[in-house]
Antibody
C-alpha cells in the first residue's frame, strides 16, 4: 500500500526552527511532485508548498516564503520541510501529500497521517 | 489569491438524505477543482478531481459538477460513514487554496 509517514513535529519557541520529514514507501517517489499542507487547530486546510520530481521547481504560499524551504532526497524516498523563524500562527498539523498528474489535472491522492507543530513560549 | 467559499458551512442531515455542497471561486478556475473528505484526527481523503472525476475506490454515491466559478459536491444517499468535513481545493493557479470546509453532522 502506498504510504507517507511524517515526523519531526514538536513544541518550539517563536523564532525557532524545526525540520519535518516525510518518508514515502510502496511507490516510485521520484516520479511525483510532493506537497505540504497544514491545518491550524479548528481551521481549514492550507496548502503550504510543493516541489517537482527533481527538486528544481518549488512553490510556496506567501505566508511562509522566505522562512520555509521544501526539499527532497529521492535516494532516500524522503520529503522535507525546513521551517525557520517560526511564528505562533504556524501552529498546525502538517501533512505531506503526493501530487499525481492525470492529463491536464492534478490530484493530491496519497496523504500522510500528519505531524503536529506547536509554536509557543 | 483565489478565494473558495463553501456553502453551507454546517449541514445537519439524516442517513439516506441527498446532500449538496456548493463551492464558489472568486475567479474562474476552469475545472481545476478537487473535493476532499476529512474525519476528525485523520488526513484528508481525495473524493473528486477535475471537478467531476471520481477518484478510484470512492463510492458512486459521490459526484461532482460545475466549472469556472461554481461547483457542487453531491452525496446521493448519505451513509453513516459519510459524516465528516468536506473541502474543495483549486490548483488552477498558485497559491493553491482550499474552501473553509463544510461539516456534515447527523440530524
Amino acid at each position: 500500500e502506498e504510504q507517507l509517514v511524517e515526523s519531526g513535529g514538536g513544541l518550539v519557541q517563536p523564532g525557532g526552527s524545526l525540520r519535518l520529514s516525510c518518508a514515502a514507501s510502496e511507490f516510485t517517489f521520484s516520479n511525483f511532485w510532493m506537497c505540504w499542507v497544514r491545518q491550524a487547530p479548528g481551521k481549514g486546510l492550507e496548502w503550504v508548498a510543493n516541489i517537482n520530481q527533481d527538486g528544481s521547481e518549488k512553490n510556496y504560499v506567501d505566508s511562509v516564503r522566505g522562512r520555509f524551504t521544501i526539499s527532497r532526497d529521492n535516494a532516500k524516498n524522503s520529503l522535507y520541510l525546513q521551517m525557520n523563524s517560526l511564528r505562533p500562527e504556524d501552529t498546525a498539523v502538517y501533512f505531506c501529500a503526493r501530487r499525481d498528474r492525470v492529463i491536464l489535472w492534478s490530484r493530491m491522492d496519497v496523504w500522510g497521517q500528519g505531524t503536529t507543530v506547536t509554536v509557543s513560549s | 489569491d483565489i478565494q473558495l467559499t463553501q456553502s453551507p458551512s454546517f449541514l445537519s442531515a439524516s442517513v439516506g438524505d441527498r446532500v449538496t455542497i456548493t463551492c464558489r471561486a472568486s475567479q474562474g478556475i476552469d475545472n481545476y477543482l478537487a473535493w476532499y473528505q476529512q474525519k476528525p484526527g485523520k488526513a484528508p481523503k481525495l473524493l473528486i478531481y477535475a471537478a467531476s472525476t471520481l477518484q478510484s475506490g470512492v463510492p458512486s454515491r459521490f459526484s461532482g459538477s460545475g466549472s469556472v466559478t461554481e461547483f457542487t459536491l453531491t452525496i446521493s444517499s448519505l451513509q453513516p460513514e459519510d459524516f465528516a468535513t468536506y473541502s474543495c481545493q483549486q490548483d488552477h493557479v498558485y497559491p493553491w487554496t482550499f474552501g473553509q470546509g463544510t461539516k456534515v453532522e447527523i440530524k
